[in-house]
């Protein structure tokens, strides 16, 4: 079963425009991560929430989490054209478990 | 460079045909994990294996197997393909025990069974 649900599904924006996109959940989780996947290539971290923390950035990624909704955001800035990919969110919940939504598909145009 | 390895990257077969697609991390982690990623359903977790010797079924391990002999490799056999395990399948590996932290992903394999 899927944790994570992205919205939207897919977004296409133009180059230089901020990409925001959505992750809900449904248990409690211990953190919250965004991994990027390139057409048919393997998964590649991006950045982890803690439970305990509401918002973190990692140079143009700005990452919030609202457990009380259960849901955290991707928001990138300044797209360029090497941004488009899929961007999954995963959850960790008790144990070692973790699980990935169905991604959102970004596509940014030069 | 730390890196995890999926071999073969790319593989037809046919239904019944016993195969394995191998799986090594030189990270030194603890925990791995296999995933097959189909359209419309995300990563969908087969097993995972917290350490040598030591495995646990996924969401879907149906028609898998999985052995942990070695800690850098966690090779994901298929007894007897069916067309309903033509997928992408992605190995993982993290640590310390998958608690917290990131995982490191394959490149994939993807695998077409006729």
């Known amino acids: 079963s899927q944790q994570g649900e992205e919205d939207p599904q897919a977004l296409s924006i133009q180059e230089g425009e901020n990409a925001t996109m959505n992750c809900s959940y449904k248990t409690s989780i211990n953190n919250l991560q965004w991994y990027r996947q390139n057409s048919g290539r393997g998964l590649v971290h991006l950045i982890l929430i803690r439970s305990n923390e509401r918002e973190k950035h990692s140079g143009r990624l700005r990452v919030t989490l609202d457990t009380s909704k259960k849901s955290s955001s991707l928001l990138i800035t300044a797209s360029r054209a090497a941004d488009t990919a899929s961007y999954f969110c995963a959850t960790r919940a008790a144990g070692n478990k973790l699980t990935f939504g169905g991604g959102t598909r970004v596509l940014v145009k030069p | 460079e730390a890196q995890v390895t999926q071999n073969p990257r790319y593989l037809i077969t046919v239904t019944g045909k016993k195969l394995t697609v191998t799986c090594s991390q030189n990270m030194n982690h603890e925990y791995m994990s296999w995933y097959r990623q189909d359209p419309g359903l995300g990563l969908r977790q087969i097993y995972y294996s917290m350490n040598v010797e030591v495995t646990d079924k996924g969401d879907v391990p149906e028609g898998y197997k999985v052995s942990r002999k070695e800690k850098r490799n966690f090779p994901l056999i298929l007894e007897s393909p069916s067309p309903n395990q033509t997928s992408l399948y992605f190995c993982?590996?993290?640590?310390?025990?998958?608690?917290?932290?990131?995982?490191?992903f394959g490149p994939g394999t993807r695998l077409l069974v006729l």
């Open positions: 993982a590996s993290s640590s310390p025990s998958g608690r917290g932290e990131t995982q490191y």
